[in-house]
């Protein structure tokens, strides 16, 4: 995919960039609509609204001097955030059957339009209506394009990942199970979503059931305030993601993964996690490892996960893919370097890079950021440490792991 080679990193490239920012223009991260706009607390007594609140709450406030940031339970590129999400209620008990916009900060629905035998199914062009919750996510990419530049559409769409990943994990957390929809029409859900260039959809997801009944087309635009406080315009972005929004997903994404945690300790996993910040270097354990990456890598079709392993007890150090030993050696250095020389790549017990080919780009990348949910939750769950990794030499990666295919996502996990 041209997109991805074009954003790739390298030794030089990295160091040409000044990578100057002024952090006093950084967008807002919050979108809010006015406040006439019905608003309904949710309560995480219930369990659509405690899987709702579980997907994208703040979990940590941080205050720098007199700037405050709130993190969520999302990991997220820079903790920029560039992704919302809007939930479609029908037939859901105390709620008017709507679409609905997610705000974090109030914890709260705001209601944007109310269902009049009507719904977000016919643009997406779905051949079923949805009785239950139908999520939309969709990005604000400038809220990462401010930093990353053209690299942002990754971001957006690894990001929009780990935001399902925590609605995927949430529902299970309240006995509920979700389901992703990769393929769907999504210019046209922007059209009617009156998203203009400002936001782009990049993923529908469900939890409910499918039903026969198929709604009416949306006659009016819905009501749209702009997601930052102001906006520049990416043009290089909003080209590529028009160029890959159409390609095919394939069939497995309609899999449906199972979890078996504990639920006591999934709510407290949930709740603290964070991305870590640098790595005692202790090992972990064979048994762990594997519990991690077989927990994120169901189905996962189309997805490569290559490991460096550089600290786990009973288990060889060197790079694998998948299960198998592909180059036996200590190459904890080469893999922090790769990771643009962040000592989270060498001093983790094993880095993994995800690789595709890409050729159902939106849907690989958004997948890869799932895959990097579910390790940050099953590795919490045994008290070890995870932190995605978006920044990595890209040429470097593929020419050590001898492959063509584009590397999406890398991460570091230990202790
Ligand atoms: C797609 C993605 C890429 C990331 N890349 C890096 C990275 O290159 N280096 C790093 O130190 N942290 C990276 N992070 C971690 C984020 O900085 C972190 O998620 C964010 O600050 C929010 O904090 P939290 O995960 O503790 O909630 C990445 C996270 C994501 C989701």
């Known amino acids: 995919m041209n997109y991805h080679q074009k ?13 100057f920012l002024d952090w006093a223009t950084q967008p807002s991260a919050f979108k809010s609509y006015p406040g006439f706009y019905p608003r309904k607390k949710l309560d995480n007594a219930k369990s659509l609204e405690g899987a709702i609140l579980l997907a994208g709450k703040i979990t940590f406030e941080k205050k720098y001097g007199n700037d405050e ?17 809007y939930v479609q209620m029908r037939s859901v008990e105390g709620y008017i059957d709507g679409v609905y916009h997610f705000e974090p900060r109030s914890e709260s629905l705001a209601l944007l339009h109310e269902l009049n035998r009507d719904g977000l199914e016919r643009h997406a062009a779905l051949d079923y209506d949805i009785k239950g919750a139908l999520f939309l996510f969709a990005s604000p990419y400038f809220r990462s394009s401010w930093k990353y530049k053209n690299r942002a559409l990754r971001y957006c769409l690894l990001d929009t990942g780990h935001h399902y990943g925590a609605l995927e994990i949430g529902a299970y957390a309240n006995g509920l199970q979700s389901e992703a929809v990769f393929g769907f029409d999504k ?11 400002k936001e782009l959809a990049t993923m529908l997801a469900f939890i409910g059931e499918k039903t026969e009944q198929k709604s009416k087309e949306i006659s009016e635009r819905l009501p749209f305030v702009s997601p930052t406080d102001y906006f520049e315009q990416n043009g290089f972005i909003e080209e590529a993601y028009r160029a890959s929004v159409e390609q095919s997903c394939r069939e497995s994404d309609r899999q449906k993964p199972s979890f078996d945690f504990d639920k006591i300790s999934l709510l407290n996993a949930i709740q603290n996690r964070r991305s870590i910040r640098a790595f005692y270097a202790h090992s972990i354990s064979k048994d762990e490892y594997e519990r991690i990456v077989s927990v994120a890598g169901q189905s ?11 600290n786990v007890d009973g288990a060889q150090k060197g790079l694998y893919r998948g299960a198998e030993l592909l180059k036996a050696g200590d190459f904890s250095q080469k893999a922090g370097y790769l990771c643009l020389e962040q000592a989270l790549g060498s001093r983790s017990a094993v880095t993994l890079f995800v690789a595709s080919a890409a050729d159902s780009y939106q849907a690989d990348v958004t ?7 579910r390790v940050y939750i099953a590795a919490a769950m045994l008290g070890i ?13 593929k020419e050590f792991l001898e492959t063509d295919k584009h590397i999406l996502y890398a991460l570091a996990i230990g202790r």
Request: charged fraction near 15%; include cysteine; hydrophobic fraction near 40%.
């Open 69 to 85: 940031y709130f993190l969520r339970t999302w990991a997220s590129a820079g903790a920029l955030y560039p992704v919302e999400m």
């Open 300 to 310: 996962m079709d189309g997805l490569d996960i290559y490991a460096v392993i550089n």
């Open 367 to 373: 997948r890869a950021g799932i895959y990097g949910h």
């Open 187 to 197: 210019l046209s859900i922007c059209e009617i979503m009156g998203f203009e260039n």
């Open 7 to 19: 954003t790739e990193h390298s030794y030089k490239s990295v160091r040409m960039n000044s990578g």
């Open 385 to 397: 440490g995870v932190s995605g990794i978006g920044a990595y030499y890209d040429g470097e990666v």
